[in-house]
């Protein structure tokens, strides 16, 4: 686990500098830094709390299902520990719930009674923040709105993700924690409407493999990528595969989660 490098009682730096690190380190983990002598400690006191506080209520915000199926002892145990250890690349408030989703998956040591499906279920709910700021936009002028699904080019809009789980994290809740994640993984999009709004969709393996065909088939029409999968599930009947191929293409491109492009 990365830990913060102590340097403010280094003899090389100024008196205020070692003062700052010294603060900083105590509010981070007063327990293991003791509080710095020239400020009272009431007011250490208040910034401790307040400090800290502000970051378990964002973080708490952020994973709501997390928060609500963890006791509050170890809920707060965790909080501390990525408060006092883990060292930020960012300044911006918004990327502290990816700060701790990277806490999560590189630094935390597992606990004999974290659930198995923790690191999923973080992903999960830090995707729906995520998705929310992402400063993308659709290039329109490449988008051919009256395009032919089936002869035309297709593309999967910057403003939806395809997900895989092998546990299924949209239902879990405190009513409801699986130790086993069963035989079927779990395929979900997520995408932003124009007004905004996050929304997700459970999808079938069928519709999961279409999505990546596209994503990596630039050049291939959506009647080559329906026909491959025809191929692979070796189906009797193509016509059958390519009617419900239509039938997915359109929805997705009603919820703009595909985009049919000019060629």
Do not use: C
Request: aromatic share 10%; net charge negative.
């Amino acid at each position: 686990m990365t830990r913060p490098v102590t340097t403010y009682n280094t003899a090389e730096r100024p008196d205020f500098v070692r003062l700052q690190y010294a603060f900083a380190a105590h509010i981070r983990n007063p327990e293991k830094n003791p509080s710095p002598e020239k400020i009272e400690y009431r007011r250490m006191k208040i910034y401790r709390e307040l400090l800290y506080n502000n970051v378990e209520d964002f973080i708490a915000n952020t994973y709501p299902v997390l928060r609500k199926i963890t006791p509050d002892d170890r809920w707060h145990s965790m909080i501390r520990d990525y408060f006092a250890n883990h060292l930020s690349h960012t300044p911006l408030f918004t990327e502290m719930p990816r700060e701790f989703l990277k806490y999560l998956e590189h630094e935390r040591q597992p606990q004999p009674d974290d659930p198995p499906f923790l690191l999923e279920l973080a992903h999960y709910e830090w995707v729906e923040l995520a998705l929310s700021i992402l400063d993308e936009k659709v290039d329109e002028t490449t988008i051919n709105s009256d395009g032919d699904l089936l002869d035309g080019k297709l593309v999967i809009s910057p403003l939806a993700w395809t997900l895989n789980y092998r546990f299924p994290v949209q239902k879990i809740g405190p009513d409801f924690q699986p130790t086993d994640p069963g035989g079927t993984p779990t395929h979900l999009v997520i995408y932003r409407d124009v007004s905004f709004d996050i929304h997700f969709i459970e999808i079938n393996a069928i519709t999961a493999r279409l999505l990546h065909l596209i994503s990596t088939n630039p050049n291939k029409t959506g009647r080559a990528l329906l026909q491959q999968i025809a191929t692979e599930l070796n189906h009797p009947r193509p016509d059958i595969v390519m009617d419900g191929g239509m039938e997915i293409l359109n929805n997705l491109i009603k919820r703009a989660v595909i985009l049919r492009i000019r060629s």
